[in-house]
């Protein structure tokens, strides 16, 4: 019998419902991850831009008028 490559398994029909049940469930679990990924890596950002106002602002114009 010969061997079916991985990328070629992958795409063939689940042979049981349980399977298709569990890849969904899967890919619903990689959805709700990746949405978790999103919201903290823009929160972060936000921080981010948050301090580096926060610290110019608290520097005031005269850190642009300072001898090089």
């Known amino acids: 019998m010969a061997r079916v490559p991985d990328d070629v ?14 890849a969904q469930a899967r890919a ?4 709700r991850r990746r949405a978790r990924s999103i919201a903290l890596a ?12 926060v610290t110019i602002t608290k520097m ?5 008028d300072r001898p090089l």
């Open 42 to 53: 823009v929160a972060l950002a936000a921080l981010v831009i948050l301090f580096y106002v």
């Open 9 to 22: 398994r992958n795409e063939l029909p689940a042979e049981a419902p349980e399977a298709s049940a569990e």
């Open 60 to 64: 005031g114009p005269q850190i642009l």
């Open 28 to 31: 619903a679990f990689e959805r």
